[in-house]
């Protein structure tokens, strides 16, 4: 399974982006989704996942009310829309997915096997 994360870049305090995760190698459907964010230096933290079906979504406090997750299967393809950026919101953005079927958005890391390379995220003050 292979991942490619894209839509990150530079963007002013307020603004928005979206993020897309396509899958190439297996389809999405049935299986979780999640987005992850790493700042150099600190440990890579959840930010929000998605389920199988789409029905049921999770987020990091930070990101209630500002980002929405969202998957098209037809597409083989998850977004994350990030809206009202704030400069902390600046990260490497990873994408993952898990090998096994799970009913609700996993945050754990240990629950996704598969990983994208990351897109740059970076929000001017």
């Known amino acids: 399974v292979q991942l490619q994360a894209s839509g990150g870049g530079l963007v002013q305090a307020g603004g928005s982006l979206r993020l897309s995760c396509a899958a190439s190698?297996?389809?999405?459907?049935?299986?979780?989704v999640g987005w992850f964010r790493q700042v150099p230096g600190k440990e890579r933290e959840f930010v929000a996942a998605i389920s199988g079906s789409g029905s049921s979504t999770a987020y990091t406090d930070s990101a209630k009310g500002r980002f929405t997750i969202s998957r098209n299967n037809a597409k083989n393809t998850v977004y994350l829309q990030m809206n009202s950026l704030k400069p902390e919101d600046t990260a490497v953005y990873y994408c993952a997915t898990s090998s096994g079927r799970y009913y609700y958005p996993e945050r754990t890391q240990d629950k996704y096997a598969y990983w994208g390379q990351g897109t740059l995220v970076t929000v001017s003050s």
């Open positions: 190698g297996r389809t999405f459907s049935g299986y979780i």
